[in-house]
């Protein structure tokens, strides 16, 4: 750069010029940086479903990690001295001799009662670390992932087969979803989860998430649905129009919701797997009570 009067070099970041003293032209300013703003997505009224995408966290008094997905998941809760986790019943892999286990039924007899007519356990485990620091090891019933999700004043409707376990600050209650059909006999027992804090859900299979815009409707066999949010509304009803076009279909009853919202829905069905497993089990009955049959 150089001195607009003499013509003299000028030294970078010079004030003025050395030899005849004009004044050096100030450096342009920086173009501002403007930063994008993020935009909100189609369906995110409620604020979305938010699963950790490493799989790890922490909330109120504890650490959390899902390890082995998405075929044989398992969650680590690493509680602080004296903390506390909630467990569905019979949820527990393994924990810290230092762990205390107490189970109560929730909500007291009649919320048992609930439960229990909802498919969930009546009784519900209380995890707690006393006089030091102490870790539980937790996983369903049947082979799948755990999604961990970091609730923030939400309000989620979950399939109770899906419930695994949750922060002791989430309030969770059953609640009737749906009639049940005349043939089928199928209904859906939802429980509705509102609070902050760590939801811990199972699957049978991986997990599919749909993200409904405003106005768009989808249609969810139940036996495939985990969790949805509250935002979202949905009705229940028949797979095809008539009896006899259910029955040749092989669908049952499906869950038809309008966005916006976020779905969770697993990629196996368990009373589908089970059905097809049956002609590989022994039939009951008979004097001889095994059931097997050794031919002759």
Not at 123 to 131: C, D, E, L, N, Y
């Amino acid at each position: 750069m150089n001195c607009p009067t003499c013509g003299n070099g000028l030294v970078p970041g010079a004030r003025f010029c050395g030899a005849c003293g004009t004044p050096a032209a100030a450096p342009a300013p920086a173009a501002e940086v403007v930063q994008p703003q993020p935009q909100m997505q189609p369906g995110r009224a409620g604020g979305g479903i938010r699963i950790d995408e490493d799989a790890r966290g922490s909330g109120r008094g504890y650490t959390f990690e899902v390890l082995h997905q998405p075929s044989f998941a398992l969650a680590v809760v690493r509680l602080e001295a004296e903390q506390s986790i909630l467990a569905e019943a019979g949820a527990m892999v393994s924990m810290s001799a230092n762990v205390e286990l107490q189970s109560q039924m929730k909500g007291g007899l009649m919320g048992a009662l609930k439960r229990a007519v909802g498919g969930e356990s009546a009784f519900v485990s209380t995890f707690t670390a006393r006089g030091g620091p102490g870790e539980v090891t937790l996983a369903p019933g049947s082979p799948g992932d755990i999604a961990a999700i970091e609730m923030s004043n939400q309000h989620f409707f979950v399939q109770s087969s899906s419930y695994l376990a949750g922060d002791a600050g989430l309030v969770v209650d059953t609640r009737w979803g749906g009639a049940k059909t005349f043939f089928g006999g199928e209904g859906l027992f939802v429980l509705q989860v509102t609070g902050t804090g760590l939801l811990l859900l199972s699957s049978f299979g991986a997990i599919h998430r749909k993200l409904l815009a405003p106005g768009e409707r989808y249609v969810v066999d139940t036996g495939h649905l985990v969790a949805w949010e509250g935002t979202t509304q949905y009705t229940l009803r028949k797979a095809a129009a008539g009896f006899f076009r259910t029955m040749l279909s092989g669908e049952g009853v499906v869950a038809e919701f309008t966005g916006p919202g976020e779905l969770l829905i697993q990629t196996r069905n368990l009373a589908a797997f089970a059905g097809l497993m049956k002609p590989f089990f022994p039939s009951q009955g008979g004097s001889g009570g095994s059931g097997f049959s050794l031919g002759g």
